[in-house]
Every structure is written in C-alpha cells, then in structure tokens.
T-cell receptor, first 113, second 111 residues
C-alpha cells in the first residue's frame, strides 16, 4: 500500500534549465496538491489539481511554472528557465474525494546552481 | 487575507511533561483542521484531524477545537525526545479541499 511517491528526491539544475517534478498520489486519491517550502519557512500552497483539471492555481507564479495531472500517469510540476530563487523543497500531497485528510510525499529538493 | 497563526517557538519541555501547541485561524466558516509533524529535512506527517468542537484523543495526542474562539490546539502527553520536531497546523477554509498551513511551532523535548 504505497504512499505518495515523488521523484526525483534531489534535483540539481543550472540556471535557465527546466525542472520536472513528478508525483504519484496514493492509489484511489484523485486530489493532488503541490507546496513549496523554503528553509525555516512554512508550506506555501501552489496548485490543486484533480484528474485532468487544474482546480486552483492561485499560489503558483504566473510565469515559468505549470502543473498537470493527466488521466494516466503522475502529476507533473514543471519549472522552466529555473533561477536560484527556485531552490526549495517541493512537496506533493494527495487526498481521496471522500475526505479532507492530505498525505505528503517525501518531497523533491531542487537546487539551482 | 486568511491566516493560520502559530507561535514559532521553540517550545522546550522536559521529558514526560505535557506539551501544548496552539493555533489560531482567521476564517470563521472553516470546517477542517489538521496537525502535522515535520522532522528536520523530512516531509510533513499527518498526526490528527478534527472537525467538531471539543476534544479528540489518539494515544498520547489530543486535539482541541473551539470554533467560536477560532482556536485549535494539540496536547502531547508524556512527551518524549523523539517528539522533538516542528508541528504544523493546517486549516481548510470553508468547504475547500486545500490545507492552508501555519509556519509551525518548533518543539524540543529535553531528557
């Protein structure tokens, strides 16, 4: 009974490259949330998706960031033309449609050099 | 601006004591409340959820909710050094599925 799976766990990108972060929710969970966490700071909401739909992207920067949750396969958070300020831990969480409890993956630590 | 407020701490308690962690929130119509524990360098782990006024107990943990005062707390009885972590309060505004997090309270349990 696998939990939320994120990969890669660590990602190093040079400035200007693209970063792709993947999240496979708990089996049966149709709601996915992405958060960003900077050192010594709280979790900042980025985007909430259901299968094939972006429900709320109010926390996601308008430029360079995009997210998807296709009918088949994991949810993807994509950051284009990364900058040093994008360095952070990115967490994905999922919840089932019948409950509000959200469970987190292990996160992807993105470092931009 | 809807806010979830927590004292950043650190809260330091001796082993065996009761640790009391507090959280206030700004939206009166919030319905779902959660406590997560996050060890340094790790991901948040769900400890408790509470939806109704009153107390909810699970082992050494008790969550307390007072919607009139817009206040939710977490009590940890018989605190252990392994409880040392950051505790995050999360609130779902209204009927939303999205958890909004406070900045967390750092708890240190010393032997």
């Amino acid at each position: 009974n696998a939990g939320v799976m994120q990969n890669p766990r660590h990602l190093v990108r040079r400035r200007g490259q693209e970063a792709r972060l993947r999240c496979s929710p708990v089996k049966g969970h149709s709601h996915v949330y992405w958060y960003r966490q900077l050192p010594e700071e709280g979790l900042k909401f980025m985007v909430y998706l259901q299968k094939e739909n972006i429900i709320d992207e109010s926390g996601m920067p308008k430029e360079r960031f995009s997210a998807e949750f296709p009918k088949e396969g994991p949810s993807i958070l994509r950051i284009q033309q990364v900058v040093r300020g994008d360095s952070a831990a990115y967490f994905c969480a999922s919840s089932p449609p019948w409950d509000r409890e959200a469970f987190f993956g292990q996160g992807t630590r993105l470092t931009v050099v | 601006q809807k806010e979830v407020e927590q004292n950043s701490g650190p809260l330091s308690v001796p082993e065996g004591a009761i640790a009391s962690l507090n959280c206030t929130y700004s939206d009166r119509v919030s319905q779902s409340f959660f406590w997560y524990r996050q060890y340094s360098g790790k991901s948040p782990e769900l400890i408790m959820s509470i939806y109704s006024n009153g107390d909810k107990e699970d082992g050494r943990f008790t969550a307390q909710l007072n919607k009139a005062s817009q206040y939710v707390s977490l009590l940890i009885r018989d605190s252990q050094p392994s409880d040392s972590a950051t505790y995050l309060c999360a609130v779902n505004w209204g009927g939303s599925y999205i958890p909004t997090f406070g900045r967390g309270t750092s708890l240190i349990v010393h032997p």
